[in-house]
């Protein structure tokens, strides 16, 4: 498998396995603010490394540990929360064909 395509595949890896990484990024994409999510700071934190690796938001860290930092979304960072909403609604769509519910849904 060629390089480029092996290092691609590591990225979704990272932004799908790292714990919410896709709801920080639903978060700036929408407005919102990552340091008001209701869990614990460290795993914030964690996510928003995981998204500044992939160059999808900018981060400015304060110097004092305890305090989140200033986070904004990148132009790469809309693009890929763009698809990743196209792609939430084609397997919506595909439920609806196929007549299933997905886990979570009621």
Same mark, same amino acid.
């Given at each position: 498998?060629?390089? +480029?395509? /092996?290092?691609?595949?590591?990225?979704?890896? +990272? /932004? /799908?396995?790292?714990?919410?990484?896709?709801?920080?990024?639903?978060?700036?994409?929408?407005?919102?603010?990552?340091?008001?999510?209701?869990?614990?700071?460290?795993?914030?934190?964690?996510?928003?490394?995981?998204?500044?690796?992939?160059?999808?938001?900018?981060?400015?860290?304060?110097?004092?540990?305890?305090?989140?930092?200033?986070?904004?979304?990148?132009?790469?960072?809309?693009?890929?929360?763009?698809? /990743?909403?196209?792609?939430?609604?084609?397997?919506?769509?595909?439920?609806?064909? +196929?007549?299933?519910?997905?886990?979570?849904?009621?």
């Amino acid at each position: 498998m060629p390089r +480029d395509l /092996l290092s691609g595949l590591d990225k979704v890896r +990272d /932004l /799908l396995c790292t714990p919410l990484a896709l709801e920080v990024l639903d978060d700036l994409a929408e407005g919102r603010s990552p340091s008001d999510r209701p869990a614990l700071p460290e795993v914030v934190a964690e996510a928003i490394r995981c998204l500044e690796s992939l160059g999808v938001v900018r981060a400015t860290w304060p110097k004092v540990s305890e305090r989140m930092p200033t986070v904004e979304i990148t132009v790469r960072g809309r693009t890929v929360h763009e698809r /990743l909403v196209e792609i939430e609604k084609w397997a919506r769509c595909q439920e609806l064909d +196929d007549g299933t519910v997905a886990s979570g849904s009621a």
